[in-house]
């Protein structure tokens, strides 16, 4: 992508984005400096090490110093760390950064005395309670490798999780709150534990009041009293020397399959980027307030929820509850104007959820959100409508950026803090530093303004993207640079405008995003493949107005299978919640005597799907058996689908 953004004279972008890929080691090396390191990098790229290159390598530092121990040794002890705020319980705490490296170095001497060190895993499997964050740094503090798993998920993605990262130690709570029920988390710790192959030495479990879990002898430690017992004994650990080309954490997201991708995150580059992104991207300052309306268990909660306000000095949001419903469309509103936020970062469904409620806004007017100078969206589509919506409402820039867990930041955006750039609604802006975004044809040729394509990255990546899978690193060759070589494969498809403005249209594989939740249908076809009456299936990701997309799972019954389809289909969207988790929002399964297929044997996804968004289609000229696609479109009817408003 050459062309430059048009009328952005006043933008420091166009410079500050061409010296980073003129002049990666220049740009990043003083980018770096806004970081502390025990030894500077003796190289700020080499392409020789690791996968494609490694950034700052020789560079000793520690994750948790820049996070928290910086900050209290220049005066910034009194200043709130984390705002928690839990619609949900009733409960609000404010942590100071002082009290919160009290907390980690006392979490940190937790995890030392149960034998963790440098490099060992810990699984995460939290709520969003301030305990969770100081269990992401304490790991830090002592270069041990966290990784968070999403408490919407099932057990047996845990336990995937589990058998993949063998974890020394399992973090985890008691409980989650749902604005329907409580969710126990401990009997899904323990479920894992037995479907699990590997056995973590101890699970630490942060009790409750809303729902305490009982535990086992043995192997459950309970939170409270180990950390009174570090507490008194000792004042916690000091931070381990770590490489910058150190892991700091894996984060597992959907592949293709089944089996989720372990992302490995690792310390220097990452903080250097989010450092940067901050003031750069965001345009927030240190002793600002910044909320991510996200969860820790998904990148977006990693890197904005944590790790970037807190390197930044910032204050953090902690928000234990929902768009609407905890306990009206106005909660968002209430928590800018009592923290005082100065940039909001969400997934545009939480704003459809709103406006769903609150269609004219009404209830912004009760809150002085004069604070507020951003509205930052990403995880999905930014739906123009609903942009354009929060633009008028709340009369400030509503920025649509685009990252995926790979990146762990954004790849493209508009950069306010340079000088904001006039992109168009439907665009999700222009190439961050260091970013070389191209769009491709099949044959990986470059394709010109306005051409659909996939949408690849120019190796290397810039500071904080994934430099692998963990311990995988030819599953990372194969997935992601094998197809276009020389670059990273986005597995997003779009355009890049005359003036330079990328559009994300969609993925290339079989990832749907349900309400900014990235899902494998491939996974989820795993599962109903497995219900002993399923001989075929497909899963589709269908238009829906509050979520973006959601799972449609068609399956066709065994011969001989006699039983009612409506209980069958029952079952199997039972399953899908059982094994993968609530989060998937599977609720519609169809059992249909044969799916549509070409001659050849491949399942006509494309076009269901569109018959199902009620979108134009065409018999395929290769199809088998044109009355397999009326049947899919005589089902979906029958379900009331496509729904007016898909049309
Ligand atoms: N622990 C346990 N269960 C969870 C959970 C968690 N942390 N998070 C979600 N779930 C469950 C929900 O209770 C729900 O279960 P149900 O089927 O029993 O109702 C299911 O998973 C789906 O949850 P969710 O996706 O939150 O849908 P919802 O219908 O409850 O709410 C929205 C819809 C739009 C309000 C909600 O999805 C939302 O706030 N989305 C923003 C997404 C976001 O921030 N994404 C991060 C990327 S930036
Ligand atoms: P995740 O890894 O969960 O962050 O999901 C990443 C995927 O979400 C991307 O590959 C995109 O398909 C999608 N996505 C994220 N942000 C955007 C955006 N701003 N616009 C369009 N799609 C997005």
Known sequence: MSAEPRSDRASRYPAIHARSIDDPEGFWGDAARAVEWIAEPRAIFDPALGVYGRWFVGGLTNVCHNALDRHVDAGRGQQPAIYYDSPVTGAKRTVTYSEMLREVRILAGVLRELGVGKGDRVVIYMPMIPEAVFAMLACARIGAVHSVVFGGFAAAELASRIDDARPKVVLSASCGIEPNRIVAYKPLLDLALTIAKHAPSACVIFQRPEAEAGLKEGRDLDWAAMREKVATSARGVECATVSATDPLYILYTSGTTGKPKGVVRDTGGYMVALRWSMEGLYDVKPGEVFWSASDIGWVVGHSYIVYAPLLAGCTTVLFEGKPVGTPDAGVFWRVIEEYKVSALFTAPTALRAIKKEDPEGLLMKDYDLSTLRTLFLAGERADPDTVVWAETRLGIPVVDHWWQTETGWAIAGNPVGLGALDVKVGSTGVPMPGYQVDILDEGGHHVGPNRMGSIAIKLPLPPGCLPTLWQQDERFRE??????????????????????????????????????????????????????????????????????????????????????????EGEIVALVRERIGPVAAFRIAIAVHRLPKTRSGKILRGTMKKIADAEPWNMPATIDDPSSLDEIAAALSARGLPKASAA
Do not use: W
């Open 479 to 568: 997935s992601y640079l094998a197809e276009f070589p020389g670059y990273y494969k986005t597995a997003d498809a779009g355009f890049c405008d005359a003036d330079g403005q990328l559009f994300i249209m969609g993925r290339t594989d079989d990832i749907i995003n349900v309400a900014g939740h990235r899902l494998s249908t491939g996974g989820m076809e795993e599962v109903l493949a497995s219900h002993p009456d399923v001989a075929e299936c497909a899963v589709i990701g269908i238009h829906d107005e509050l979520k973006g997309e959601v799972p449609c799972g068609f399956v066709v019954l065994k011969a001989g299978v006699a039983r009612a389809p409506n209980e069958i």
